[in-house]
């Protein structure tokens, strides 16, 4: 681990149902809200999965939109080009 705050997007990504089903550690949830409210990007991809779930009532990793995933990847790649 490097920080004990920065979350990256790839993380939020990987974390987004643990947060939606309420397992995350308090400490990875505090870390996570603390990325959603300065992410954008992610405020929006967390919304469409909550979406997701309202729709189909559950959630599969199958269900989650693959375009919403495809953007974002999109734009952590293009932000590392950047970086
Ligand atoms: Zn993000």
Not at 40 to 60: D, F, H, K, M, N
């Amino acid at each position: 681990m490097t920080s004990s705050d920065d979350l990256s997007c790839q993380e939020l990504i990987e974390l987004v149902t643990d947060y939606i089903e309420g397992i995350l550690s308090s400490e990875d949830r505090a870390r996570f809200e603390s990325h959603i409210n300065s992410c954008s990007g992610c405020r929006a991809y967390l919304a469409q999965v909550r979406r997701t779930i309202e729709i189909v009532g559950t959630l599969e990793e199958s269900d989650i939109p693959d375009d919403a995933r495809e953007q974002l990847l999109r734009t952590f790649r293009a932000w590392k080009r950047n970086g």
